[in-house]
Structure formats: C-alpha cells, structure tokens
C-alpha cells in the first residue's frame, strides 16, 4: 500500500483539496486498495476546523466528492508512516524541514513537481481563486497518479 499525506499551511484548503482529489482519482480506476491518503497542516491556526466552504463549493461544483475532515498538523510520526510527504509550495518544504527535522529518506515534494514544474500552489486562503487551485491539483494529482498507477 503506498501512503501519501498532502501538506498546506492550514490543512482546510488545498491539501484537503488534493486528498479528495486525489482518492476521487483512484476510486475512478479501481485502485484504492492500492493507497491510503491523507491530509494535514505544518501550522496550528486551523486544528479541528473542518473543510473550507471555497474547496467544499468548488469540488461540489465539479462533482469531487468532499469525505469528512477535521484538520491536524504534521508529526515526526507522520515521517515514518508516509511513503510521500507533499506539500502545495516552498513555504510549506521549509516548514516540513523544520517539523521533521529534515527529509533524510527523499519523502518530501512539491505536488507540482511530479508534473515537472517548480511552481508553488497558489493558497486561495489569500488569492480567493478556488479555481486555480483546482486546476493546479489536477495537474499534480494527475501526475502523481500516472508516475504511481
């Protein structure tokens, strides 16, 4: 079973984004046996808040099913349990480096790195672009699907 945690500031927006997305993904194809994935957050800000109403509204609108969250951050712990530790933009690598104590086993990503790009995902926390976002994780979920699948 591969493991996958995505990783965003606050663990309400895009990283829930990508974790539904992404078990949308493989529940189409017939291969979610094949992982188990999940989200969380390298801040404290939003612990225990669910999904928020921009990334419930948009994955609604693009028929994305949303499964129930609470939102937590990342431990140490998480470190050894995950095969793939991906985070939506460099603020959140530098962050991971200082929670985990740095990527000794080469878990920790960019989810758009998979598509060959260095790009950030932009937060719609700030940008209010739910849609962009969107676009940006289907990219990086896509590619992430195919390099594994």
Excluded at 31 to 60: C, P, Q
Excluded at 71 to 89: G, H, L, P, R, S
Aim: glycine residues 8%; contains cysteine.
């Amino acid at each position: 079973m591969i493991k996958i945690l995505f990783i965003c500031h606050g663990n309400i927006c895009r990283s829930t984004m990508a974790q539904f997305v992404f078990q949308d993904m493989v529940n189409k194809r017939g291969i979610a046996d094949k992982f188990h994935i999940d989200s969380a957050a390298t801040s404290r800000e939003e612990i225990g808040n669910t999904t928020h109403w921009g990334t419930v509204n948009k994955l609604n609108k693009v028929g994305v099913p949303v499964l129930p969250h609470r939102a937590k951050q990342i431990t140490k712990k998480d470190y050894d349990e995950f095969d793939y530790i991906i985070a939506m933009d460099s603020n959140n690598i530098r962050n991971l480096n200082r929670i985990l104590g740095g990527d000794p086993d080469g878990k920790v990503y960019k989810l758009l790195s998979f598509a060959g790009s260095g790009r950030d995902i932009a937060d719609p926390w700030y940008t209010g672009n739910f849609d962009v976002t969107y676009d940006d994780i289907i990219e990086g979920c896509t590619a992430l699907l195919n390099r594994l699948a």
